[in-house]
């Protein structure tokens, strides 16, 4: 089956850097998108085509593509920012179309 | 403003039947493919359909395949998903969602508020 894999929790410090990690064979030959989704709420898209950031998402996010890995990373982290982390791709070739990551929970410290 | 709202939810026996609605407005929705995603409890997104603007291509994911049907009025700005044969796996918040499309990619933005099913007895 097709799967993106993150780890499940990643900690940090205010003010520190979080990164988060999305993993496939070859991802970097696709576009990846990642999600923000707080408690209760329903997802927010943070980045698309791998870097890019919608408008109202600060800069503090950003994103990164290649190899066998994606990143998204989290500078100058706030409180504000802990919630559950997904990443996306979507894949013409698998049956499954899009795909989503199997979440990162990011906590503050 | 761009805005997708989901109701229909509710408790159901196995094997029930629920319909799904997503109101869509702020936005040319008869121009737009759309998607319904779903979440279990403390689990992670799960897609599980789309339907093109016209409705003339319509895909399923395997797990619904059979089950669920997705349909949509662009008279009325709105998006359903029939859902039969319901089991105690389909239990999940259901979102509909709008797509943003390249050649090579799509991503969902917005997304609505979903609307909890739950499949128990």
């Known amino acids: 089956s097709y799967v993106l894999t993150q780890p499940p929790s990643v900690s940090v410090a205010p003010g520190k850097t979080a990164r988060i990690t999305c993993d496939r064979n070859?991802?970097?030959?696709?576009?990846v998108h990642w999600y923000q989704q707080k408690p209760g709420q329903a997802p927010v898209l943070v980045i698309y085509y791998d870097s890019d950031r919608p408008s109202g998402i600060p800069e503090r996010f950003s994103g990164s593509n290649s190899g066998n890995t994606a990143t998204l990373t989290i500078s100058r982290v706030e409180a504000g920012d802990e919630a559950d982390y997904y990443c996306?791709?979507?894949?013409?070739?698998?049956?499954?179309?899009?795909?989503f990551g199997t979440g990162t929970k990011v906590t503050v410290l | 403003e761009v805005q997708l709202v989901e109701s229909g939810g509710g408790l159901v026996q196995p094997g029930g039947s629920l319909r799904l609605s997503c109101a869509a407005s702020?936005?040319?929705?008869?121009?737009?493919?759309m998607h319904w995603v779903r979440q279990a409890p403390g689990k992670g997104l799960e897609w599980v359909s789309y339907?093109?603007?016209?409705?003339?291509?319509?895909y399923y994911a395997d797990s619904v395949k059979g089950r669920f049907t997705i349909s949509r009025d662009n008279a009325n700005n709105s998006l359903y998903l029939q859902m039969n044969s319901l089991r105690a796996e389909d239990t999940a918040v259901y979102y509909c969602?709008?797509?943003?499309?390249?050649?090579?990619?799509?991503?969902?933005?917005?997304w609505g508020q979903g609307t909890l099913v739950i499949v128990s007895s």
């Open positions: 702020g936005f040319t929705f008869n121009s737009y493919t």
């Open positions: 339907i093109t603007s016209s409705s003339n291509t319509i």
């Open positions: 969602a709008r797509p943003q499309t390249t050649v090579t990619t799509t991503w969902f933005d917005p």
């Open positions: 070859n991802i970097g030959s696709k576009r």
């Open positions: 996306q791709v979507w894949d013409s070739s698998s049956d499954h179309f899009f795909v």
